[in-house]
């Protein structure tokens, strides 16, 4: 099955904005997958190239990897919350998943205008840790989409600029692997899907080596203000999609 155009364009501009800025491939191509297309098909087409878009990252910021011991509570989390998450994606309704993209694109956009947000205390992360995991990982198996609950965490705990591009891109990626897993497992996943994720993997690819380049060229602010409109309104068209608003 050969992807469509939209999606391959999609893809494609999900992966300039993650290699100018080190995030938001799966918000973006989420969001924008689940307005063409039925909102779960969108969801595992991502789990497909998501991984891989992570990889990239991890070794452009592989100097930067902070001590792991303050990664694994974190991980351990999101390693049981992805098989939850998968289960509820072959029970939930496709409205209910375009309503939960919308939401979480709305937080990503509103925790992202806010800042660095609350702190939390070293003594706190042995318990924060894994339960803000578990959340991420639920998000990540159920609609694709983990950034706006790790991002949050790995701000709020103090992680350095240059550590948080490898930390949320290991996790990432290692949440990828546990998501194609886990649905596979569930027999959600079939070669058709597998076979358009790796062919929308290239685009996605392409786009990120473009956005890597203009990272040393051009202030990653502006893509990010650009990405978070977008992020905005699909984020407002998905809720109004799932609240059955739109015809």
Same mark, same amino acid.
């Given at each position: 099955?050969?992807?469509e155009?939209g999606?391959?364009?999609i893809?494609?501009?999900?992966g300039?904005v993650?290699?100018w800025?080190?995030?938001?491939?799966?918000?973006?191509?989420?969001?924008?997958?689940?307005?063409? %297309?039925?909102?779960?098909?969108?969801?595992?087409?991502?789990?497909?190239t998501?991984?891989?878009?992570?990889?990239?990252q991890?070794?452009?910021h592989?100097?930067?990897?902070?001590?792991?011991?303050?990664?694994?509570p974190?991980?351990?989390?999101?390693?049981?919350?992805?098989?939850?998450?998968?289960?509820?994606?072959?029970?939930?309704e496709?409205? /209910?998943?375009?309503?939960?993209?919308?939401?979480?694109?709305?937080?990503?956009?509103v925790?992202s205008?806010?800042g660095r947000?609350?702190?939390?205390?070293?003594s706190?992360?042995?318990v924060a840790?894994?339960?803000?995991?578990?959340a991420?990982?639920?998000?990540?198996? /159920?609609?694709?989409v983990s950034?706006p609950?790790l991002?949050?965490?790995l701000?709020?705990?103090? /992680?350095?600029?240059?550590?948080?591009?490898?930390?949320?891109s %290991?996790?990432?990626?290692?949440?990828?692997l546990?998501?194609?897993?886990?649905?596979?497992?569930?027999?959600q996943l079939?070669?058709t899907?597998?076979g /358009?994720g790796?062919?929308?993997?290239?685009?996605?690819?392409?786009?990120?080596?473009?956005g890597?380049?203009?990272?040393r060229?051009?202030?990653?602010?502006?893509a990010?203000?650009?990405?978070?409109?977008?992020?905005?309104?699909?984020?407002?068209?998905?809720?109004?999609?799932?609240?059955?608003?739109?015809?």
């Amino acid at each position: 099955m050969i992807p469509e155009l939209g999606l391959i364009v999609i893809v494609a501009a999900a992966g300039i904005v993650n290699g100018w800025t080190s995030l938001g491939f799966a918000m973006i191509a989420a969001a924008g997958f689940a307005l063409a %297309i039925d909102p779960k098909t969108a969801v595992l087409l991502l789990a497909v190239t998501t991984p891989f878009i992570s990889s990239v990252q991890i070794l452009n910021h592989r100097r930067h990897a902070p001590g792991w011991r303050r990664l694994v509570p974190l991980g351990v989390g999101c390693f049981v919350g992805v098989p939850i998450g998968a289960v509820l994606l072959g029970i939930l309704e496709k409205d /209910t998943v375009a309503l939960l993209i919308g939401l979480l694109a709305l937080f990503f956009v509103v925790s992202s205008l806010a800042g660095r947000g609350p702190r939390v205390p070293p003594s706190w992360e042995p318990v924060a840790g894994p339960l803000a995991g578990v959340a991420a990982g639920v998000a990540n198996g /159920t609609v694709g989409v983990s950034g706006p609950v790790l991002g949050s965490y790995l701000l709020a705990i103090g /992680t350095s600029p240059a550590a948080f591009g490898f930390s949320v891109s %290991i996790l990432f990626f290692s949440m990828g692997l546990v998501r194609i897993a886990s649905l596979a497992a569930l027999h959600q996943l079939t070669l058709t899907l597998v076979g /358009t994720g790796a062919l929308l993997l290239i685009p996605g690819l392409i786009g990120q080596q473009v956005g890597l380049r203009l990272h040393r060229l051009v202030a990653p602010a502006r893509a990010r203000q650009g990405a978070l409109v977008v992020i905005g309104i699909a984020g407002i068209s998905l809720v109004a999609r799932g609240l059955n608003l739109l015809s």
